[in-house]
């Protein structure tokens, strides 16, 4: 037993001798191809090379980009419309993406902090409104705009309040509790048509649901398919009139999808038929691994 046990000692010192001479070269191999990596990563990309026909669709991707030339704005006329019909009832504005329904909601902000009187302005990210949040700290001053979201609480005082629209959903229900009222006067529900959202819907539905008649509403969407429908529900909900400012048509800042491949081309996403560019599948990594393992499992 004792020679067994020996044995078994001498096997174990062995053993460790051999892994730690194996861990002594580990940091040199480490060191060497990380070296090497390193070697290989540092070096000038090519040159992109592409045929005629290809740099005739790049040409055609990247035409008009650019910065336009300053110019007085303008406001369009469903702008001009929703901030006249603001002054007495709700509006829902549906609009694309980049036709200006936030001046709409600055600029009666603006009016409304010349009264002395406050605003709530919701958004459903805390992406969005912490952008938000700095865009009317440097338009408004930011000792008069705050920011409530679940992790983030500043200047909770101020007179424009920029917020989740659950943070603002919950301020309403404290204020039911307390028989209280919430000090704003007025509301901006960004991006109203969460109010369609499977999980988060209630939110936007039990905000309208709470905000007294006296605070007027201001619902941006750019996706409201249903407008008349929603118009007609907040309506018998609020007991309010809701104006409808429909700014029909294509989005006037238009968009572009393009795919940069690893070799620095740029190819359009779509093609001049309006199909997807197959060029691209030219970088696609093939994999058969999958395929192989599964052949070998067959036999």
Same mark, same amino acid.
């Given at each position: 037993?004792?020679?067994?046990?020996?044995?078994? &000692?001498?096997?174990?010192?062995?053993?460790?001798?051999?892994?730690?001479?194996?861990?002594?070269?580990?940091? !040199?191999?480490?060191?060497?191809?990380?070296?090497?990596?390193?070697?290989?990563?540092?070096?000038?990309?090519? +040159?992109?090379?592409? $045929?005629?026909?290809?740099?005739?669709?790049?040409? +055609?991707?990247?035409?008009?980009?650019?910065?336009?030339?300053?110019?007085?704005?303008?406001?369009?006329?469903?702008?001009?419309?929703?901030?006249?019909?603001?002054?007495?009832?709700?509006?829902?504005? /549906?609009?694309? $993406?980049?036709?200006?329904? $936030?001046?709409?909601? =600055?600029?009666?902000?603006?009016?409304?902090?010349?009264?002395?009187?406050?605003?709530?302005?919701? $958004?459903?990210?805390?992406?969005?409104?912490?952008?938000?949040?700095?865009?009317?700290?440097?338009?408004?001053?930011?000792? %008069?705009?705050?920011?409530?979201?679940?992790?983030?609480?500043?200047?909770?005082?101020?007179?424009?309040?920029?917020? /989740?629209?659950?943070?603002? =959903?919950?301020?309403?229900?404290?204020?039911?509790?307390?028989?209280?009222?919430?000090?704003?006067?007025?509301?901006?529900?960004?991006?109203? !048509?969460?109010?369609?959202?499977?999980?988060?819907? !209630?939110?936007?539905?039990?905000?309208?649901?709470?905000?007294?008649?006296?605070?007027?509403?201001?619902?941006?969407?750019?996706?409201?398919?249903?407008?008349?429908?929603?118009? =007609?529900?907040?309506?018998?909900?609020?007991?309010?009139?809701? =104006?409808?400012?429909?700014?029909?048509?294509?989005?006037?800042?238009?968009?572009?999808?393009?795919?940069?491949?690893?070799?620095?081309?740029?190819?359009?996403?779509?093609?001049?038929?309006?199909?997807?560019?197959?060029?691209?599948?030219?970088?696609?990594? +093939?994999? %058969? &691994?999958?395929?192989?393992?599964?052949?070998?499992?067959?036999?």
């Amino acid at each position: 037993m004792a020679r067994k046990g020996k044995d078994k &000692s001498r096997r174990k010192s062995k053993w460790k001798k051999a892994n730690k001479s194996k861990a002594n070269k580990r940091p !040199h191999k480490d060191r060497k191809f990380k070296h090497n990596f390193a070697k290989e990563k540092n070096f000038e990309p090519k +040159k992109a090379e592409y $045929t005629f026909e290809q740099k005739r669709a790049l040409e +055609k991707l990247l035409e008009g980009i650019g910065t336009p030339e300053p110019q007085p704005f303008v406001p369009d006329d469903f702008q001009v419309e929703a901030l006249e019909a603001i002054e007495k009832e709700d509006v829902l504005v /549906t609009a694309p $993406t980049g036709s200006g329904k $936030t001046w709409i909601a =600055r600029e009666e902000i603006r009016r409304l902090l010349e009264d002395g009187k406050r605003a709530w302005y919701t $958004t459903p990210l805390k992406a969005l409104t912490n952008s938000k949040y700095m865009e009317f700290g440097e338009e408004f001053g930011e000792e %008069n705009v705050g920011i409530l979201t679940g992790d983030r609480k500043e200047n909770p005082d101020a007179p424009l309040i920029v917020g /989740t629209t659950e943070i603002y =959903r919950n301020q309403l229900f404290d204020a039911l509790r307390h028989g209280e009222q919430v000090n704003t006067d007025f509301v901006i529900l960004d991006e109203a !048509h969460y109010l369609s959202d499977e999980y988060r819907g !209630h939110v936007w539905e039990e905000a309208i649901i709470l905000s007294p008649p006296r605070i007027r509403m201001l619902l941006l969407s750019a996706t409201i398919g249903n407008a008349e429908e929603f118009a =007609r529900w907040i309506e018998e909900t609020r007991g309010t009139k809701v =104006r409808i400012i429909n700014r029909a048509g294509q989005r006037p800042v238009e968009l572009r999808a393009a795919f940069l491949a690893p070799n620095t081309q740029l190819f359009p996403l779509i093609n001049e038929n309006g199909k997807y560019n197959r060029q691209i599948n030219q970088f696609a990594k +093939k994999d %058969n &691994s999958r395929n192989r393992n599964y052949r070998g499992r067959r036999r």
